[in-house]
């Protein structure tokens, strides 16, 4: 399953790409891709599991980055 979602408060472009690398080691996870520019994240993940996926992936970004929001 692919699916895009919003960033909100992504300040920096390096910021952006630790986050999308952490994101592809995440277990579950097919490809994603962090866009500093147009603030948005695409994650596809696999369809079973796609929720525990996208908490993991929120769990991971507030490490990179504490104020970033994921909008679901």
Excluded: W, Y
Excluded at 29 to 54: G, H, Y
């Amino acid at each position: 399953m692919k699916k895009k979602f919003k960033l909100v408060d992504l300040d920096c472009a390096n910021c952006a790409a630790k986050m999308e690398g952490a994101i592809k080691k995440i277990d579950g996870v097919n490809d994603a891709t962090v866009s500093f520019l147009t603030q948005k994240l695409t994650l596809d993940a696999e369809d079973a599991r796609f929720e525990a996926v996208l908490d993991e992936v929120v769990r991971v970004c507030k490490k990179v980055e504490p104020d970033c929001q994921i909008v679901r």
